[in-house]
């Protein structure tokens, strides 16, 4: 049984309490079939929405994104399936710019993302520019009334199967940063293939895709042109923080498994769980997971009290979250011996489920990049 008692913690209001119980609840009732890596996202994304699971990954009129709920929705996700994680995040981050710069027939789309009736991806990275997003390549022209778009995309979640993608394309307003603008970019537009698809250490839907002359009109265009790399920073300010909560969610689930697993092995006659040694790796984890919880959960609470940008406490989330989590699974696979490596043990899942996490959405050492400015400049 996981810990819960950080939801008695100050950041938290009632609804969010609820909120997470009941997901526990109705997430202990999966039995995802991960033969088919698609056709399991597929199937994720509509019984999520149609539980109303997904509400939270986009506001509608008069409603705003609610980070804490975004966060508590990704770990209790997270402790119980990577992949359902996968699909409720990416329908958040895929919509994030529509959410919070889209028009309102852009908006319509979010009627569907929410009901799980449609997929959404979120098209940044390219083949020569994943950290480095000033450097992005890939072209949208005037074409008419609207734009041409031309270029690829890489390490694209949904990829392939995503019905909507927001997509980030060079309308050189300005040289690097200020010369990008968003676009919505339904996946049946002609000239939109998927290049290639991508297979990872934990099966995901990932695909390079290809714009080869893709028409798309005026509406399209999403806020203002060469507001891209501003938009694509606010989505990831938001959206940031729940990848920190995911690994939170990978770590306790690690935790559980390690603990269950050193109270029943004996070794000469006793308990691992008797043993000093394995207390000490105990402890380490168990702090390790408060501690991530702590940041995971003042950056969350931090943007929904209204503060402007959370750049500082997102990356430090995400570093330390993601980090640790990689050493709390390494340990709780230790301590499950020869057990912890065979496939399709739980433990041996989280091991690849985590790896990505401390790469997608500003590696590691990007985020102390970040942080290291903050301090440098007094903000820590
Ligand atoms: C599973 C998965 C899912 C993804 N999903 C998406 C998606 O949906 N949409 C999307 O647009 N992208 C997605 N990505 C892409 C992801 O965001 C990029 O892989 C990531 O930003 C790193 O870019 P890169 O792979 O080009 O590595 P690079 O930019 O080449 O970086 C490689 C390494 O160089 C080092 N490094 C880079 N910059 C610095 C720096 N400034 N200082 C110090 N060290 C540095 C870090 O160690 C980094 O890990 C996904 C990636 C993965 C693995």
Known sequence: MADVSFLDWPFF???HRAFAEALDGWAAG??????DTDAACRALVRRLGADGWLAPTGAGEGERLDVRTLCLAREVLARHDGLADFAFAMQGLGMGAVTLFGTPVQREWLARTRAGEA?????LTEPRSGSDVANSTMTAVRDGGGWRLDGEKTWISNGGIAD???VFARTGEAPGAKGLSAFLVPADTPGLTVAERLETVAPHPLATLRFAGVRVPGDALIGEPGAGFRIAMTVLDHFR???AAAALGFARRAMDEAVARVKAREIGGRPLAEMQMVQGHLADMGVAVDAAALLVYRAAWAKDRGQARITREAAMAKLFSTEEAQKVIDMAVQLHGGDGVRKGSVVERLYREIRA??????ASDVQRVVIARAVLEGGA
Request: proline share 4%.
């Open 241 to 243: 923080p729940t990848v």
């Open 119 to 123: 997929i959404a991806g979120f098209a």
């Open 164 to 166: 909507v993608y927001t």
């Open 13 to 15: 209001e009632d609804r």
């Open 357 to 362: 996490l401390r790469i997608y959405e500003g």
């Open 30 to 35: 999966l039995a995802v079939d991960h033969g």
